[in-house]
């Protein structure tokens, strides 16, 4: 645990405390006096009431959204099966300024609904939990779906022996078992929402701003630190709430399952009424995920002389955006490939040797840790990023021009999807095997290499290839440490929309196109390597 452990003590509590501290200090005395202050602020109060109510209605949403869609692909066989499922998985992976984009393009001044019937949803509440479904329908999917599809439907067939309807056997029998999973995905979802930055800063307009937006305002145009300080505390302390009430809910709710196979619980559809359903979901995909990637490519394409590809001609050249970088926008995705390749590299180290950790020891203090482990998804990006600058400026780490500030800051968001990949395989790992290789002789170091590693390997690739993903999209810290002379595509992105024009805009919904597809192909990578459901993403 020492390694993971002094990693996330010096590039993660220490940058938050040190802003937080700046923030709420003054003449060297804390000033808690400013949080009552802040928080009666009546723009601060409907920052938290929108942040809080849009992330519920976005995860009850979502759930409604995506649970038959979960059902579908855990009990139902059909041709383009895992197509369908690498499809609907694009959207989580990809940055939350493409998700953003993707829907500007679609809802707003000029796009695709705008053209065909006059419709605009951007600004409005709409488009943001529309774009938070996009986003989020695969973690419901994929962490319900993966474990309904374990269940062993005979249990709810002796239900129905017995006397109960088919809605009473679902109710009692299988959505028990499917709670502490649902509950998962709602955690997950309601984490993302909670704290979304992209969608919202690109889709919300001045009219809605989130705690993470509001952050970023108060820190980078308004350099009011002591309100960003209290917005983080505000934060902080709802994650980590919701975290421990997750925690407990889901020991209280765990109980003993009978898992099979799942090739033994899917069979072709059979009768109207899961023809329909299918149909439905088919039609729901096609609708939710693949028409706004669609016109993303699209507008990309849609130049003024007609489709082509003179706005992907256009990223070659820094001229031709207007100034807006110091070299052409096409240098972002070499940058943004090499820090990525790095984060997932720190993050495959600290993860792995992490969920080793978890594996091998149990109490309180492990359990905790395991659950500080998720705070870089909740906790305040645009801090962390912020306080890079402000900690990380002295030897003998003044890091501040340094090339690695950017792949630190991505890793610490891919160590929490390393951790909660690889450690349900490492569980799964019989300690008696580690046991005979040591009686047998073996060190710790050759038992780990013969025993675990060959057991993990596939898990592995997958962790290394969710951590590459999501370190290529990070966007919220990056924005602040990314130098000008060294974009990466989501931070290239974000300046191009900021900017009027035509050709700025096409730009923007070219290099989102590529982002898209370099993440899309990471996927499409990943499902051949997957050959398990294991693990939570």
């Not at 599809?149 to 299988?174: F, I, K, N, Y």
């Not at 078992?177 to 919202?200: E, K, N, W």
């Not at 997932?344 to 091998?360: D, E, N, S, Y």
């Not at 912020?386 to 400026?393: P, V």
């Amino acid at each position: 645990m020492a390694v993971p452990v002094a990693f996330f003590a010096l590039f993660f509590a220490y940058p938050v405390v040190a802003i937080v501290g700046r923030g709420l200090k003054a003449d060297g005395a804390w000033q808690f006096g400013r949080i009552g202050t802040v928080l009666s602020r009546p723009d601060i109060i409907d920052v938290l009431w929108f942040t809080t109510w849009q992330a519920l209605a976005s995860t009850a949403l979502t759930l409604l959204i995506a649970l038959p869609g979960a059902y579908v692909f855990a009990r139902f066989d059909f041709p383009g099966k895992q197509l369908l499922r690498a499809v609907v998985t694009v959207p989580f992976v990809l940055p939350t300024v493409v998700v953003g984009t993707a829907f500007l393009a679609l809802l707003g001044r000029g796009g695709f609904l705008d053209e065909l019937w006059g419709i605009r949803l951007d600004t409005t509440v709409w488009a943001i939990l529309l774009a938070h479904v996009f986003f989020n329908y695969a973690v419901v999917v994929r962490t319900v779906g993966g474990l309904w599809s374990q269940l062993d439907p005979r249990q709810e067939e002796a239900a129905r022996v017995l006397g109960a309807g088919r809605l009473a056997a679902w109710r009692r029998v299988t959505l028990p078992a499917l709670a502490p999973a649902v509950a998962a995905a709602a955690l997950m979802v309601f984490l993302f929402t909670f704290t979304s930055f992209g969608v919202v800063q690109i889709l919300g307009g001045p009219a809605y701003s989130t705690l993470e937006v509001e952050i970023y305002r108060q820190t980078a145009q308004l350099l009011d630190l002591p309100t960003a300080a209290v917005l983080t505390l505000v934060q902080f302390a709802a994650v980590g709430g919701i975290l421990a009430v997750h925690t407990w809910t889901v020991r209280r709710r765990e109980t003993a399952l009978k898992l099979v196979d799942p090739a033994q619980t899917s069979r072709r559809p059979h009768g109207a009424g899961q023809w329909a359903l299918l149909g439905g979901v088919l039609l729901t995909v096609l609708l939710l995920i693949v028409v706004p990637l669609g016109v993303l490519v699209e507008r990309s394409l849609d130049t003024s002389g007609g489709y082509g590809f003179g706005f992907y001609r256009a990223l070659q050249s820094a001229d031709a955006s207007g100034s807006t970088f110091l070299v052409p926008p096409l240098d972002a995705i070499g940058n943004s490939l090499r820090y990525a390749l790095v984060a997932t590299l720190i993050a495959l180290v600290v993860g792995g040797l992490a969920a080793a950790a978890l594996t091998r020891r149990a109490g309180p203090l492990v359990r905790g840790f395991d659950a500080l482990l998720m705070l870089p998804l909740g906790v305040s990006a645009v801090t962390v990023g912020f306080g890079f600058l402000i900690t990380l400026d002295k030897p003998p780490l003044d890091l501040r021009t340094s090339w690695i500030l950017v792949p630190l800051a991505q890793a610490l968001v891919g160590v929490p999807f390393v951790v909660r990949t690889m450690l349900p395989v490492l569980r799964a790992v019989d300690d008696r095997l580690r046991e005979a290789a040591a009686v047998l002789g073996a060190s710790p170091l050759r038992a780990w290499r013969e025993v675990d590693l060959p057991l993990v390997r596939r898990a592995v690739l997958v962790a290394a290839g969710f951590a590459f993903a999501v370190s290529l999209g990070e966007f919220g810290a990056t924005v602040f440490i990314a130098r000008p002379d060294n974009p990466t595509l989501p931070v290239a992105v974000a300046r191009l929309l900021g900017r009027s024009g035509e050709l700025n805009y096409g730009q923007a919904m070219a290099l989102s196109t590529i982002l898209m597809l370099v993440c899309a192909v990471s996927l499409l990578l990943l499902e051949r390597i997957r050959t398990d459901r294991s693990g939570e993403f």
